[in-house]
């Protein structure tokens, strides 16, 4: 199928872009790699295409005091060959390879992915385990939210019309801070089947509910209790939500073995 027809436009500043996202039925187009598809099956039908790759300002990967700023635009392929991310960010290096497939983390951006928040996706679990900060930027000014505020519910953010997402800022890891990234994929590349970004004692799980869920455990017993108690993980066309669970399990068996060597 083909896209539905759709106004294009790309604004130079942010101004005009908080300006055009005033256009009713507006949508904000990054790296394309979720939206066209969406077009294509015409799950979506926005008026006008506000392409943002444009704006500077969405751009770049910094190191800024104590955390690492990554701008909206940075695609996913830029992150895999940053020595910031590899140095400071063990964590999100480790998940960046399981997201899609190298054509798809050529153009996708992190900004995207967050903004999109599919339960399946990687980075909004990492960046709920790192407790990272979103700034976010609209017609009436910047704001910051943290990410379990962030994150509200099935593809729900906290992004309001009109508003976008400039950057990510993560905290810099410290020595003593141990992480590991497990997923459980059909395929390499594939959207996980269920996964863990687990930082020090906090055990975020993704594809296991509508948003990242947490768990935290001071101990392997007391994890395993608080994985059954809270993970309710949906059932799809693949595996029932108790083999979900199953798997989620062995994921935080492998996890822990890990952090305590
Ligand atoms: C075959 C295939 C496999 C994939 N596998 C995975 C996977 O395993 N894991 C994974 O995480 N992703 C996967 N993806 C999705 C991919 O990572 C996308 O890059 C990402 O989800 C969206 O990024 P994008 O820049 O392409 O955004 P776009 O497709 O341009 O936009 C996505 C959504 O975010 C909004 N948006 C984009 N940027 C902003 C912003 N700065 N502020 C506000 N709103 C914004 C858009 O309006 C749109 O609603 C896959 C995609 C495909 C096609």
Known sequence: MKAP???YAKPATLGEAFALLQV????????????????????????????????????GIS?????????????????????????HLPLLAQ????????????????????????PAAEYPAVAVALEAEFLIEGKKGKRKAKATA????????DLKPGELLVAVEFPI??????????????????????????????????????KPVVVEGGSMQKAKENLSKTLKPPADLYSSSAAKLHLAGVLLERAWTTLST
């Open 5 to 7: 027809a759709f106004a």
């Open 24 to 59: 009713l039925n507006a949508k904000v187009l990054a790296g394309g790699q979720s939206l066209i598809p969406s077009l294509n099956m015409r799950l979506s039908s926005p008026g006008l295409l506000v392409d943002i790759t444009g704006l500077k300002e969405l751009k």
């Open 63 to 87: 190191v800024q005091g104590n955390s690492i700023r990554i701008g909206a635009l940075v695609t996913h392929a830029q992150m895999e060959r940053s020595p910031e991310i590899q140095k």
């Open 95 to 118: 998940a960046i390879p399981h997201v899609a497939h190298a054509a798809i983390r050529n153009r996708g951006t992190i900004g995207g992915s967050m903004a999109l928040a599919d």
């Open 150 to 157: 962030f994150f509200k519910g099935l593809f729900e953010t």
């Open 173 to 210: 890891a410290k020595p003593s801070d141990k992480s590991v990234f497990l997923e459980l994929a059909r395929r390499h590349g594939d959207y996980a089947i269920i996964g863990l970004a687990a930082h020090n004692s906090k055990f975020v799980f993704f594809s296991a509910g509508p």
